[in-house]
Structure formats: C-alpha cells, structure tokens
C-alpha cells in the first residue's frame, strides 16, 4: 500500500463514467484529493463538512452506541456519496441518470 | 475554535504527502472507494419509475 | 386515491421483512402516521426533521436550481431513507445486512 | 418561530384525517413509498465486502 495506490484507487473513481467529481477532505473540511475547479471545491467541502457533522450528531443522538457509515444525498440533478471516517471524508458525485 | 471562524488555509505541501503516504489514509481510502465502486456499480436507479413504457420515457427526462 | 390506498401502501411498507419501521411527518415534524412507540417516534421525528433541513439547505447553498429527492443514512446498525416533500417526509428504517 | 419553540403539539385527530384524504397527501405517498420500495427491493448490500469466502464471512457478523 503506497502513495501509487491511493493514486490508482483515485483514478478508478474519476475515470467512472458516471462519476462527476471526487473530494477528498480531512475533518476540518480541508482538501487532502481533488479533480473538482477551485470554487467548486471550496463550497463542497465546507458544506459536505457540515452535513456530515449533522448527520453524524443525529445518528449519535438517536443511539449513543451507533455510528454513521456512509450518507447518500440525491438531489434532481446528481447523487453525492459521503464515506465518513474518523479523521477524513471520501465524497464522490455521480449521476445516475445515465444508467 | 479560532481556526474554524477564521478563512481555513489549505495543508501545506508537506502535510499533504505526509498524510498521504500514511497507514491510516491508505486504508481509509481502500475501504471506502470500495464502498463507492460497490455503490457505482449497481445499475438500477431506485428513482426511475420504470414502469413508465420506454417510448415516453424519454419525455419525462 | 384514498384513505384506504394510504393504508395499503404504509402497510406495505411495515411489512416488508428488513423494515423495522415507518414514520411519515409534516415538514414540522408532527406525526402523520407511524408504527414506531412514542418515545422513539418523538425522538426519530425531531432529529430527521432537523438533518432534513440541513441537507436541503446544503444542497441549495451549492446549487440555487438543484432540490434534494431522497436522503440515505447508512449506520452501523441500520439504514434510515428519507423522501422529502414540499409538505411531508416518509422516514423508513431498515436493516439491510439480512440482504 | 414560536411555535418550533414550544413543546410542539401532536397533530389533532380532525387536522389527521384531513390530511390523509387529500390529494397532496395520497400523491405524495403513491410517489414516495414506490421510490423506497425499489431501493428495499435492491438485494444487494454495497457496504457488504462480498469478496470474503462465504465462511469466514460470518465471523465478521
């Protein structure tokens, strides 16, 4: 495992047809991965950052004993899909229209 | 949590490559594109109404 | 369409073996209908209300003309699938891992 | 605001009914029971690594 995996992984995703972008975030929503433009990226990660604290404070308050493993946000015109994970996030944007 | 409230500056370069050549990230991100390839991978799109007959189909897109 | 097709279709749901429950709120979280036992349908009905918001929002603030269409929150014990209304929200908890 | 406030009341028995039978009410759940009711028909488990030999698997349980 090595720094040419994470890089192989990371591409496996971009290069999916259906995939529209893919973000990789520390906790603090800062970008460690990303094929997203500047701007894009900023409001992504901050605001997937939020959600996923929300998310992750919901699931908590529900069931102390509970965690949040993985959080799927459809809207009219793409699927974000959220991998959260102690210290980082793996978001991927994708559309399913086209299947 | 002044860090929060001010402009959060991007990692440096250097922590970029430490965090990613670390164990812990490598992991993360086998496991989780994992997920995400599982996830990618299903053809069937739960919120296509496919009863609609295909023809007019494409007028709702 | 009516009171009886509401009935059919939730008792459709109640019945499908990896449900373990279905909720159906109005956009101020007050109860519809639902089998869950009041304390936890108090507590499931606040805290998915409010993430519901977060996540509308979240996807407004990143897109004006986008909306969100349906939410999915993976736990370790269970998934929670959210469809938002302008009016009403259908929360359905089940547990994928008999699959 | 207020209302969100307050201890929120419980829907009344008549504001119920009413809802259940109106039109907004039906289509909505004709619309969004049939969305989940194709993801619950969805019999494969993306978070599950199906790559582990089918024995073992059980350990994991």
Redesign the interface.
């Known amino acids: 495992?090595?720094?040419v995996?994470?890089e192989e992984?990371?591409k496996?995703?971009t290069n999916?047809k259906?995939?529209e972008g893919v973000l990789?975030v520390?906790e603090?929503?800062?970008?460690?991965?990303s094929n997203l433009d500047p701007t894009l990226n900023k409001?992504?990660s901050d605001?997937?950052t939020?959600?996923v604290d929300?998310?992750t404070t919901?699931?908590k308050?529900?069931?102390e004993t509970?965690?949040?493993?993985?959080?799927?946000?459809?809207?009219?015109?793409h699927e974000i899909?959220i991998?959260p994970?102690k210290?980082?996030l793996?978001i991927?944007i994708?559309n399913?229209?086209k299947? | 949590e002044k860090k929060k409230m001010q402009q959060l500056k991007d990692i440096s370069e250097d922590d970029r490559k430490k965090i990613i050549s670390s164990n812990e990230f490598v992991e993360f991100i086998d496991h989780s594109t994992k997920i995400v390839e599982r996830a990618l991978n299903e053809n069937y799109d739960y919120m296509k109404d496919y009863s609609i007959i295909k023809d007019n189909e494409n007028d709702d897109q």
Chains 1, 3 share one sequence.
């Open positions: 495992m090595s720094e995996e994470v992984h990371f496996r995703l999916n259906y995939v990789i520390n603090d929503g800062q970008t460690i991965k409001k992504y605001l997937i939020k959600l929300h998310a919901c699931v308050e529900m069931d509970n965690d949040l493993s993985f959080l799927r946000v459809r809207t009219k015109k899909m991998v994970d210290e980082y793996l991927v994708q399913p229209e299947k």
